[in-house]
């Protein structure tokens, strides 16, 4: 079965400075994709960024970057130069090659103080 | 263009009641999802369907009932509705056979039963 973690339930992050959001991922399927969404207080899920297992670089998207580590099965988010409307809770998910649904974490609520 | 619809946004009904939720989506996916996001944020994948056909089912109670009649719909219709329906509801679409397959999310439903 497949199980997604995150363990920090909230972070503060000063304005302008970077951010690591953790997320480690558990599944026996070599193939996968990782998602970072963001979900502002509004309530829609917005994509960030995606990671395939297979991807030899980690991926970026503007501010955002994921930090993988196949190996330790992490799939950290990494904001830079943080903003007011960076905070949100964002959620890592996992898709595996046969479901395709997504499997989420319990999400990260993140506060840019200013 | 909104990609991802749903009707309504907010669903407020009595106990015992029957309501449904319309999710419709204008990118030319193949498969459609119906997500549930409790109290505490927690996202949990409900049903998928791939060109009309159920793929996923969760355990989920037999109140709770899919329905598609082309690939670019999928209705949640629920029955004799529970406090424990409460929730936000979302749908969502990819392409299946992607290797991206990022999912899109509608703007979620609201569902509050009295």
């Known amino acids: 079965?497949?199980?997604?973690?995150?363990?920090?339930p909230g972070m503060f992050v000063q304005e302008k400075e970077a951010v690591t959001l953790d997320c480690t991922y558990d599944t026996s399927d070599p193939s996968y994709g990782l998602f970072w969404y963001k979900q502002p207080s509004s309530g829609e899920m917005i994509f960030?960024?995606?990671?395939?297992?297979?991807?030899?670089?980690?991926?970026t998207e503007g501010r955002y970057s994921l930090n993988?580590?196949?190996?330790?099965?992490?799939?950290?988010l990494v904001i830079s130069a943080s903003q007011?409307?960076?905070?949100?809770?964002?959620?890592?998910?996992?898709?595996?090659?046969?479901?395709?649904a997504l499997t989420f974490g319990s999400g990260t609520r993140l506060q840019v103080q200013p | 263009d909104t990609a991802v619809s749903q009707t309504p946004?907010?669903?407020?009904?009595?106990?015992?009641?029957?309501?449904?939720?319309?999710c419709e989506q204008n990118l030319g996916h193949d498969?459609?999802?119906w997500y549930k996001q409790d109290s505490k944020k927690f996202l949990k994948i409900m049903f998928s369907y791939n060109n009309k056909e159920l793929i996923i089912n969760e355990t989920v109670p037999n109140?709770?009932?899919?329905?598609?009649?082309?690939?670019?719909?999928?209705?949640?219709?629920?029955?004799?509705?529970?406090?424990?329906?409460?929730a936000v509801y979302f749908?969502?679409?990819?392409?299946?056979?992607?290797?991206?397959?990022?999912?899109?999310?509608?703007?979620?439903?609201?569902?509050t039963v009295l």
């Open chain 2, 63 to 86: 109140r709770f009932s899919p329905k598609s009649p082309d690939k670019a719909h999928l209705n949640l219709h629920i029955n004799s509705l529970e406090l424990g329906d409460s």
């Open chain 1, 48 to 59: 960030l960024i995606y990671q395939g297992s297979y991807d030899q670089q980690n991926a």
């Open chain 2, 91 to 111: 749908c969502a679409s990819s392409q299946r056979f992607s290797s991206y397959n990022e999912q899109f999310f509608g703007p979620g439903t609201r569902l």
């Open chain 1, 84 to 100: 007011l409307g960076d905070s949100a809770m964002y959620f890592c998910a996992m898709r595996d090659t046969g479901r395709r």
């Open chain 2, 31 to 33: 498969t459609m999802y």
């Open chain 1, 1 to 8: 079965a497949q199980k997604i973690t995150q363990t920090q």
């Open chain 1, 68 to 76: 993988f580590q196949k190996a330790r099965k992490s799939a950290n």
């Open chain 2, 9 to 22: 946004k907010y669903l407020v009904t009595q106990m015992g009641n029957d309501k449904s939720i319309k």
